[in-house]
């Protein structure tokens, strides 16, 4: 085990989508069933909430632009609302929240023995996303790994969501560290701002819609996926 004087970081709070699962194989497949679900298979309402989130549905697959990308399940919602305005905002919201819980996960890497040996290196390991806390956990039993987490957190946990730095603070609060000893592992502009703001070490992965061009900027390095973080730790 490497000596924590010596090593980059202490902690390490992961994106959950586009980071420790692929976001194209995971939610293109879900996002195109669930516009037919609530469109009724009807090609003319399909259409208009493929343009309210900006979903290509000639290639089943969000646009970059899409605000769904990083936004909260409260703001997906809003977006398909201006669609179906005759449907709530808050009826939407539950329907995507439970909808998305079962969503066909892709994980960017094996996770539980790629969770274990970080674990093993005496790193405390957190998620934050701007899904709801719900879906997070649902995703994270799902695959076996939710008892891996020191710390689980949405949007709607009460901490704020991202780009603010809120959650990442709680995060660094919870396991008992400075801030500057956590790195943000995730896979869009929010992520690495919410890491920046929160005086975090930043780290991108391009297992999600945005470009290294996007990232670099922000990030402290950029990385294919999670799979190499360890190297990086041993850099």
Not at 191 to 210: E, F, H, K, N, P
Request: hydrophobic share 50%; glycine share 8%; charged share 20%.
């Amino acid at each position: 085990m490497m000596n924590s004087a010596a090593r980059k970081v202490d902690g390490i709070l992961f994106d959950k989508d586009g980071t420790l699962f692929d976001f194209h194989a995971t939610w293109n497949v879900w996002a195109a069933d669930t516009i037919r679900d609530l469109a009724d298979g009807e090609a003319q309402v399909m259409a208009r909430i493929a343009d309210a989130i900006d979903f290509d549905l000639d290639v089943s697959s969000f646009r970059p632009t899409s605000p769904v990308i990083a936004g909260t399940n409260r703001e997906a919602a809003e977006c398909v609302a201006s669609a179906l305005p005759g449907r709530s905002t808050d009826e939407i919201e539950h329907f995507l929240m439970v909808t998305s819980a079962n969503a066909p996960l892709a994980p960017a890497v094996p996770l539980a023995p790629y969770l274990a040996d970080l674990a093993a290196r005496g790193l405390a390991l957190g998620v934050m996303t701007n899904d709801s806390e719900y879906g997070a956990r649902s995703h994270l039993e799902s695959a076996g790994i939710a008892a891996q987490f020191d710390f689980i957190c949405g949007f709607d946990t009460g901490h704020g969501a991202k780009p603010a730095p809120g959650p990442l603070l709680a995060f660094a609060k919870h396991v008992q560290l400075a801030p500057e000893r956590c790195v943000m592992v995730g896979d869009s502009a929010h992520d690495l701002i919410a890491g920046r703001r929160a005086g975090m070490q930043t780290l991108a992965v391009l297992t999600g819609m945005a470009g290294e061009a996007e990232l670099a900027p922000l990030a402290d390095a950029v990385l294919p996926d999670i799979g190499h973080i360890p190297a990086w730790l041993g850099a």
